[in-house]
């Protein structure tokens, strides 16, 4: 009998053997679906907060996620509720499959299923059903299968980025950014119970659909994690007591221009670091949204800030809402070609400081003149005579900036241009002595490169964007620390806007021709600021000027860039610090190189004669009469910047009732000069 019996173990023990092997063939052999998961692009600020993500390809919100991104409370929570065992068994619980049948056995019904969450990565990697014993057999073998291929870390992560919450939302992350607007890392108890009954019936359950049935689901799920010692029953009432949310939020879109950019640029990458800061960039749209409230519907507006020290932009606004609609808010307008008007002055004299061709000391005349038919003039008509470069420049004369141009050349100017990276593009081919006033094609991404230089000491920065990026190690110079200090003093001693908040920066404003584009642009210490305004479609926009739409907006974003203004420097040891009569002689009045021929001046330019300016008038049915004395005709008049009169050749007219309120009337005469007031209608 012992070796009868000694026979039947060595059989028994070959029989499971073979079962064991054949077991063992049976999963090795398994066709695993792939696991590599697509999941949303995402674009991230400098500290990993998320700006902008986009749907998978079949329009689903699917983040990655892994056990480190979500808080613990919510896996422990998990685990207990779903898959107790999930650490020790291999993909199937066994203890669990023996309760779940016994319970079914004996009442007649599903008490308890007995799922682990291998076997629900498995369903979700095929998309399988759960009811059906063969959609069963596959999700056991395919889970014993993962489990072989893979360890639990990266199990849990399948789960985390594929589990359904409703709708097209899919893994953990997704989840909490549209049910609580924020990543997973921080959850209340509360929170983590709804998302760990959510995936269980994801429709049925959705919170903003069917609340009552979400609000059962946590709070099965928060008495269960009493019973399991994960909460303690003083958090189990709290969180009970918290409300389920109602509303499914959006995801973030911050930085969409820019984020579009990084996209079109790194098409595969499925992560994107940029330099922006997230907090910066938010207070940045507000600001811009909140400029163009009241103001007409075709306008837009564009910001960009970057650290002047190491040039990583830190904000970019492309347009006051990333819309379609008659401000073109898909139009990106940091990367579009505008012309820059005024603003490249501060290049021009920077250029003459280095060269030695004139110093803020120097007199320069600022007179009616002609260079072979382009006879330029100042954008108020008026000549102010002999007056310091600095005077000039403060001033943002025209007629003393072409004459510093002549002198150097507008391929230096040009050349300037390139060597601080701001890719001037020129209509026309040759650069002529209006590039000096803004007749060159420039990006606000470059005009704020070019400042940059300047507030750098006069080392070229080069601009960018994406984390980890760095184009230019050793910086080329665009003028001497001397000349770049000497225009950040002069620029520095403007008056702000009024009502503006003192900021210590050196900025300068720009009005192109015809109106089309407002600029200001300006930096401190630390960083460069650029804001432009106007229509994406290059329409006019009557009465629009730098100084009064884009330098009260420049103000304001210093302000929101957050912490303490940072000064400008001290002045370089090169810098030479002398009143006129201590400059050597060549250097105390600017002598033009060239002819020059002086042009006598077409009048002078118009005056309001009535009404003036501060005037409180009664609103009349017939009209406002307004007179203007001097100036060329035609004349015409705009109220609140809108024309309401073109081509009037008398100097008296009567205007269309404005209405009550206050009222901007402006005058303009054939040659572009201006005049206005404000006023008062009761």
Do not use: C
């Not at 064991?20 to 674009?43: C, Q």
């Not at 008026?382 to 001033?395: I, K």
């Amino acid at each position: 009998m012992r070796r009868y019996g000694i026979l039947l173990l060595v059989a028994v023990l070959f029989t499971a053997a073979l079962a064991r092997d054949a077991l063992d063939g049976w999963i090795a052999a398994t066709d695993l679906p792939s696991h590599i998961v697509d999941t949303s692009t995402e674009v991230r600020d400098r500290d990993g907060v998320l700006l902008r993500a986009y749907t998978v390809a079949d329009g689903r919100w699917r983040l990655g996620a892994r056990p480190d991104q979500v808080d613990p409370l919510y896996i422990s929570m998990l685990l207990a509720y779903e898959d107790k065992r999930f650490q020790d068994h291999n993909g199937v619980d066994l203890r669990a499959m023996l309760r779940a049948g016994a319970q079914a056995a004996i009442s007649g019904r599903i008490v308890s299923g007995a799922s682990t969450l291998s076997m629900q990565v498995a369903r979700l990697l095929e998309e399988g059903s759960t009811g059906k014993w063969k959609g069963k057999l596959r999700q056991i073998r395919v889970a014993l299968a993962l489990e072989r291929r893979m360890d639990k870390a990266q199990i849990l992560t399948l789960y985390l980025t594929l589990a359904p919450y409703g709708g097209n939302l899919e893994g953990v992350r997704a989840a909490t950014l549209a049910w609580f607007g924020k990543e997973p890392m921080r959850l209340t108890p509360a929170q983590a119970a709804l998302l760990v009954a959510l995936p269980q019936s994801p429709e049925a359950r959705r919170p903003d659909e069917n609340p009552d049935a979400a609000r059962a689901a946590r709070d099965r799920v928060l008495t269960r994690m009493v019973q399991a010692g994960v909460l303690t029953a003083e958090a189990h009432q709290a969180a009970r007591r918290a409300p389920v949310p109602s509303t499914r939020r959006a995801f973030p879109v911050l930085a969409p221009h820019m984020a579009d950019r990084a996209v079109a640029d790194a098409p595969d990458a499925r992560q994107h670091d940029l330099t922006l800061r997230a907090p910066v960039q938010r207070r940045f749209e507000r600001l811009a949204g909140q400029v163009l409230q009241g103001k007409s519907r075709h306008l837009s507006i564009a910001i960009v800030a970057a650290d002047h020290r190491d040039g990583e932009i830190l904000a970019s606004v492309g347009s006051g809402g990333y819309r379609a609609g008659p401000r073109e808010g898909y139009v990106d307008m940091t990367r579009a070609l505008r012309s820059p008007g005024s603003t490249l002055k501060p290049l021009v004299y920077a250029l003459s400081f280095d060269q030695g061709l004139a110093h803020p000391e120097t007199l320069i005349d600022d007179t009616p003149v002609d260079f072979g038919g382009y006879a330029p003039q100042n954008f108020d008509g008026e000549f102010r005579g002999r007056l310091r470069v600095s005077d000039a420049l403060r001033l943002s004369l025209n007629i003393p900036a072409v004459r510093l141009t002549r002198a150097l050349g507008p391929a230096r100017l040009m050349a300037g241009l390139r060597r601080a990276g701001a890719d001037p593009q020129l209509p026309g081919g040759r650069a002529g002595l209006a590039v000096a006033l803004g007749g060159v094609g420039l990006r606000l991404e470059g005009l704020v490169q070019l400042y940059a230089g300047l507030a750098n000491g006069g080392r070229v920065v080069d601009l960018r964007w994406r984390r980890g990026a760095r184009d230019n190690e050793q910086a080329q110079r665009l003028v001497g620390p001397a000349a770049a200090w000497h225009v950040g003093h002069i620029l520095s001693r403007l008056s702000p806007p009024p009502g503006a908040r003192a900021w210590p920066m050196a900025y300068k404003t720009g009005t192109s021709y015809g109106h089309r584009d407002a600029w200001a642009v300006g930096y401190d210490g630390a960083h460069v600021v650029g804001v432009w305004i106007g229509r994406p479609d290059g329409t006019p926009v009557p009465g629009a000027f730098g100084g009064d739409l884009a330098a009260p907006v420049l103000f304001a974003a210093f302000e929101r860039l957050g912490g303490a203004p940072v000064p400008l420097p001290s002045p370089p040891p090169g810098a030479l610090l002398v009143p006129n009569a201590g400059l050597p002689a060549p250097l105390q009045v600017f002598r033009p190189r060239g002819p020059e021929v002086r042009r006598a001046a077409r009048g002078h330019a118009p005056r309001l004669a009535f009404p003036p300016d501060g005037a409180r008038l009664p609103v009349r049915q017939e009209g406002l009469t307004a007179k203007v004395r001097a100036g060329v005709p035609p004349f015409s008049w705009l109220a609140n910047g809108r024309p309401v009169v073109t081509g009037a050749r008398r100097r008296e007219v009567t205007l269309p009732d404005p209405g009550r309120g206050f009222l901007t009337l402006t005058v303009i005469d054939a040659e572009g000069r201006a005049d206005r007031a404000q006023l008062r209608l009761d």
